[in-house]
């Protein structure tokens, strides 16, 4: 990689662990080497200064399906890793299904790292998958360099990636607690309701998956966590009725951490129109009251970050014409917009960019154990840094996104908020629109 000349940001306006100051960010070997007041700048340095804008450290996305290989018509390496970069994303991490094969054994987690070698314009890394049969590989799988490991407890939605029982998790837990990495769950547990094979109706599809689905497999996961001591994630959490339950189990000493997504903090299942299947997610997305609560178990800490879980397929997969919720494919495509997203909603509500950047960069870092180094504006860390514009208006249109498919909720949308640079260890990679220069991301694996 080609040598940086020394250079400095300077703006009024750093996020950093410690607060929002202003200051001269300190750039050398692709690190931050030092945060200093803008008069303290050594000589050597190449002065930027920003002004008013603001420095984000870039965000740290722990929950995107980029589905190759095998599925390089849903979305892809390039086409994903262009499209954070364009968001302000500097690290992501894959999971383990859509792609083909799916990532649950070292020999599939070889085929992925070959899939991406070339193609990424920002770092990223990978989770492993527990699938029933599956369980002597997850040892090997976490040597290997895997960041956690993934399991649902309902149908994933990708016949290749059947759900894990009480069984399999009882198995693998021992092993994940032993190596400290997360394991992550998709926390649904199905129970008995009347199924419907096919509605229009968004109210149908909300009924069909019941928080009492999201109670059922928090209940039970807390429940192993306790036993087996294992760092356990509850991801894209939706029901906020769970929150009082985490609150306590995380009180009482639980190595739990919990997500949730921009869908389920910004839409409000109030108004998505039937046969709107660019909505469809599971779990869904619900209604205002609980919107609102979701909103207060961040601000509380009960939940600890906020991830994308990019979820994107070849549109006619959506089903748009027939809209059909039960068959449509569930997920939403976000990843380059998750900032915007959220510091719209944030801004009403009286948070600031340092409740963001705590979100969506140090939180989800300290997740995958890259916080050391990753997801803080501070002396030692790598330089991925952004500049924002808090300010700055915009709607969403096809024309802007980078994703490989353009089907989005999010379309036509207006967002306060835009992501004017990005830097990933010091290169520029993303100005005003454009993506810069070839893919100089990392594969991350973990130490
Ligand atoms: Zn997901």
């Not at 989005?408 to 454009?434: A, M, N, W």
């Amino acid at each position: 990689m080609e040598r940086l000349s020394p250079f400095s940001l300077s703006s009024k306006n750093i996020v950093t662990p410690d607060g929002i100051r202003p200051g001269a960010v300190l750039i050398e070997n692709r690190i931050i080497s030092d945060i200093v007041p803008p008069s303290e700048i050594p000589s050597r340095f190449i002065i930027q200064d920003v002004g008013d804008l603001f420095l984000l450290p870039g965000l740290v996305d722990t929950h995107v399906h980029i589905n190759e290989p095998g599925r390089t018509d849903w979305e892809g390496f390039e086409t994903a890793t262009k499209s954070a970069a364009a968001g302000g994303i500097t690290t992501l991490i894959d999971m383990p299904l859509n792609s083909t094969p799916v990532t649950t054994t070292v020999a599939s987690f070889e085929m992925k790292k070959r899939a991406a070698d070339g193609k990424l314009f920002v770092d990223c890394g990978f989770y492993a998958g527990l699938v029933p049969g599956n369980e002597n590989e997850i040892e090997p799988l976490i040597k290997s360099g895997v960041f956690g490991v993934k399991a649902f407890l309902t149908h994933s939605g990708i016949d290749d990636f059947p759900n894990a029982t009480e069984k399999e998790l009882r198995t693998a837990m021992p092993i994940i607690a032993k190596h400290n990495v997360p394991l992550l769950v998709h926390a649904e547990l199905e129970s008995r309701e009347k199924k419907l094979s096919s509605t229009k109706k968004y109210s149908d599809y909300l009924s069909s998956r019941p928080g009492k689905w999201e109670h059922d497999a928090i209940e039970l996961m807390i429940h192993l966590c306790r036993e087996y001591n294992c760092m356990t994630h509850i991801v894209h959490l939706s029901s906020s009725d769970e929150v009082p339950t985490l609150e306590s189990a995380r009180r009482s000493g639980l190595p739990l951490t919990v997500e949730t997504c921009p869908h389920y903090v910004y839409f409000k299942s109030e108004e998505i129109p039937d046969g709107a299947t660019q909505y469809k997610c599971a779990p869904p997305i619900r209604e205002n009251e609980n919107r609102e609560l979701l909103w207060k178990a961040l601000q509380n800490g009960v939940i600890n970050m906020i991830v994308s879980d990019h979820s994107p397929c070849p549109p006619e997969l959506k089903l748009l014409n027939e809209g059909n919720f039960m068959k449509a494919w569930g997920g939403i495509s976000s990843l380059q917009f998750g900032l915007s997203i959220i510091w719209t909603e944030a801004k009403q509500r009286g948070f600031t960019l340092f409740n963001v950047a705590r979100w969506m960069s140090g939180s989800p870092a300290t997740l995958i154990g890259i916080g050391m180094n990753k997801g803080s504006i501070a002396p030692g860390f790598d330089a991925d840094i952004l500049v924002f514009n808090p300010e700055k208006s915009f709607i969403v249109s096809q024309s802007m996104i980078q994703h490989r498919h353009k089907v989005t909720p999010y379309d036509g949308r207006t967002f306060v908020g835009e992501v004017v640079r990005t830097y990933l260890r010091g290169s520029l990679i993303y100005e005003s629109d454009k993506i810069i220069g070839s893919p100089t991301g990392r594969i991350l694996i973990r130490s």
